[in-house]
């Protein structure tokens, strides 16, 4: 039988500005969460006159960190206060339910069984992993269909039918993950425009995945 308090993991995700990261992780630790992961990124949005002046690549760090819910959702508090998320520009935070837990040394491998009762979600996490270069498109597509904007997070792809050979060296193309919150009514519309102009369920061309979100800060 599995332990009940084992039944209630989170993925805490934090957007944030360059360089916060690591004071980030501090403020986790000192809410009793062991640590976490910074991913740099780029964020999207749209001034002419940051586009005038060649500032509106913003640089973003991406902080992924899980906990049981009941500290994630008191170190989301405790991240909403010491850095402001309300405020424009300040960050975003959100989390989400964790489906396993494998490699954790705070846990041993758990299938968390579906059980969070009749929380009203207004969020998706949309993720759209694709070529390097096509990020952006992909954004876009999705603010014409009434999404507010996107981060953008450089990785690395190790398909098989992505690999190409040269001088008998496999080579792995560069892949970007688009991440984009949407409001919960307009995310089949999103998804839908972002597979008909991306062609994104064609091989190779990307994969697509979409999460609830469960608490969220930062989102006006």
């Known amino acids: ?17 360059y360089g916060l990261g690591s004071k980030i992780i501090r403020t986790v630790k000192e809410n ?30 991406i902080i992924l960190i899980i906990a049981d819910k009941d500290l994630a ?29 494998l490699g954790s040394r705070s846990c041993a491998y758990h299938k968390i069984i579906e059980n969070r009762g009749v929380e009203d979600i207004m969020y998706n996490g949309i993720f759209v992993i694709v070529d390097k270069g ?14 507010r904007g996107g981060t953008i997070i450089n990785a690395r792809g190790s398909g098989t039918h992505e690999n190409n050979t040269l001088f008998a060296m496999a080579i792995e193309p560069e892949k970007e993950i688009a991440l984009i919150i949407s409001e919960k009514n307009l995310t089949d519309s999103i998804i839908m425009s972002i597979k ?25």
Not at 7 to 17: H, K, Q, T
Not at 137 to 144: E, L, T
């Open 73 to 101: 959702y008191k170190t989301l508090d405790e991240l909403d206060k010491k850095f402001d998320f309300e405020k424009p520009n300040h960050g975003i935070a959100f989390s989400t339910s964790v489906v396993n837990i």
């Open 1 to 17: 039988m599995q332990n009940n308090n084992m039944l209630g993991y989170e993925l805490i995700c934090v957007i944030a500005n």
């Open 196 to 220: 008909e102009n991306l062609k994104i369920d064609e091989p190779g061309n990307g994969i697509l995945f979409s999460v609830d979100i469960n608490k969220t800060y930062g989102l006006y």
């Open 32 to 61: 009793g969460i062991s640590g976490g992961t910074i991913f740099l990124g780029k964020g999207t949005i749209k001034s002419h006159l940051l586009e005038f002046l060649g500032l509106n690549d913003i640089r973003k760090e």
């Open 134 to 147: 096509k990020a952006e498109s992909v954004v876009d597509v999705a603010v014409a269909a009434g999404a």
